[in-house]
């Protein structure tokens, strides 16, 4: 026997071996979505002011209203970010126009139109708006980013946030995270 296939023979498995290993090792798992550790009806969100950041996490609901235009019915998904450490003032709400009248909210992204100024002129832009409460209470209104959706179903809402508000007088706010919101009750109106 040849010694250099008797070397092929015993060094094959080796090297397919190393191979296999070399190509298991650059697939990378698929990413666990942010929403995957929250539950039902919550939200876990990043927030920066003028460079200073804070997490906020609490409940998070969701609905869906009616919105007659001149002839055109369509309507309007409402996401609504309740604050639990303040008291008064609404939180985060967001607004996202659908077409049609009996339809959920999709999967995709939905982002403002940042020519409108991040006031729904139109109704192919999503609206948001920020009421943070506190000594300083100020508004904030979308100025730029986006919310995806990644799942939706009648009783649950999953998706992400990356959005820029700004007050109007030179400050903006971040709201970054993810969320996995549930029906607003009949008996909590906001």
């Known amino acids: 026997m040849n010694k250099d296939s008797k070397w092929f023979r015993l060094a094959w498995p080796f090297v397919l071996g190393v191979a296999l290993?070399?190509?298991i090792a650059y697939i990378a798992p698929d990413p666990v979505p942010k929403t995957a550790e929250l539950a039902t009806g919550k939200y876990d969100l990043e927030?920066?002011?003028?460079?200073?950041s804070n997490k906020i996490?609490?409940?998070v609901y969701f609905e869906y209203s009616d919105k007659q235009d001149n002839s055109m019915e369509s309507r309007i998904f409402k996401?609504?970010?309740v604050n639990p450490l303040i008291a008064e003032g609404p939180g985060f709400g967001f607004l996202i126009p659908i077409s049609g009248t009996d339809e959920m909210i999709e999967q995709g992204e939905y982002s403002v139109d940042e020519q409108s100024g991040g006031v729904m002129k139109?109704?192919?832009?999503v609206f948001g708006y920020a009421d943070l409460g506190g000594k300083t209470s100020a508004l904030y209104f979308s100025e730029s980013g986006s919310i995806s959706i990644s799942g939706c179903t009648p009783r649950e809402v999953l998706g992400e946030i990356d959005m820029v508000l700004h007050d109007g007088i030179g400050g903006s706010l971040r709201v970054t995270g993810a969320f996995k919101a549930r029906p607003l009750p009949s008996n909590?109106?906001?």
């Open 79 to 81: 996401l609504h970010f």
């Open 188 to 190: 909590i109106s906001m």
């Open 21 to 23: 290993v070399m190509a």
């Open 57 to 59: 996490n609490g409940p």
């Open 47 to 52: 927030t920066a002011i003028d460079g200073q």
């Open 122 to 125: 139109r109704f192919d832009t």
